[in-house]
């Protein structure tokens, strides 16, 4: 099955500080990569869609200033939270495009916990 | 009104028993189904996507769509404590396009 990871896991950082999260598809090419946050006993809220070669398009309420995305190949595309605060604490997944097996879905990424103190 | 509900729960059932997950959508427009399982603290983990009015069934699982109620549902058979986490409910216009998660439902399986 297709294999997305994401680096770091954890991170725990100070107020002010930027952090720059890395998404990547293993095993197959990934044109869209999507980025998603989740707040504690919450469900997945879309961040953003990222596609290859071009801007990044944002969901409404994200601020693209703050959370820089950034899709350079076909395999990596990283989430930068520019001066995190505590409110930003939380856990960012991502998941990417692919056709395996004949079928066109998202995998999605083991995800990385956010705190920032 | 949300465009993806699920009943947030939590499903109670015993082992052994048929746990039924409800999801209903509000875009017609919606083509592609799909539903995840999450364990918590975990990222969601694909179980079963369905694309056409019936039945699709893998294993223990056994998804159900009915597009002119707009609902769609999964059974889960011979149910395990293992099965114990939250499914979502996910809907998307095209597959692998945006996807809308819905709540999600906790089940909990009780041995």
């Known amino acids: 099955g297709a294999v997305v990871s994401q680096h770091p896991s954890r991170v725990i950082c100070k107020s002010g500080t930027s952090v720059k999260i890395e998404c990547r598809s293993l095993d197959f090419q990934a044109t869209t990569m999507f980025w998603y946050r989740q707040f504690p006993k919450q469900s997945l809220m879309l961040m953003a869609t990222?596609?290859?070669?071009?801007?990044?398009?944002?969901e409404q309420g994200v601020e693209k200033d703050k959370f820089l995305i950034n899709h350079a190949s076909l395999t990596l595309s990283t989430l930068t939270v520019t001066s995190a605060h505590p409110e930003d604490s939380s856990f960012y997944i991502c998941?990417?495009?692919?056709?395996?097996?004949?079928?066109?879905?998202?995998?999605f990424g083991p995800g990385t916990r956010l705190t920032v103190l | 009104q949300k465009e993806v509900e699920q009943n947030s729960g939590p499903l109670s059932v015993p082992e052994g028993a048929i746990a039924s997950l409800n999801c209903t959508y509000s875009?017609?427009?919606?083509?592609?189904f799909f539903w995840y399982r999450q364990y918590s603290g975990k990222s969601p983990e694909l179980i079963m996507s369905?694309?056409?009015?019936g039945d699709k069934e893998d294993g223990r699982f056994t998804a159900q769509l009915n597009k002119a109620s707009q609902y769609v549902s999964l059974l889960i058979r011979d149910s395990q404590p293992s099965d114990s986490a939250t499914y979502l409910c996910?809907?998307?216009?095209?597959?692998?396009?945006?996807?809308?998660f819905g709540g999600g439902t906790r089940l909990m399986v009780k041995p």
């Open positions: 875009d017609r427009g919606s083509q592609s």
């Open positions: 369905i694309y056409s009015n």
């Open positions: 996910a809907v998307a216009r095209n597959a692998g396009n945006m996807l809308t």
């Open positions: 998941s990417a495009r692919g056709l395996l097996g004949g079928t066109d879905t998202q995998y």
């Open positions: 990222s596609n290859e070669g071009s801007k990044a398009t944002y």
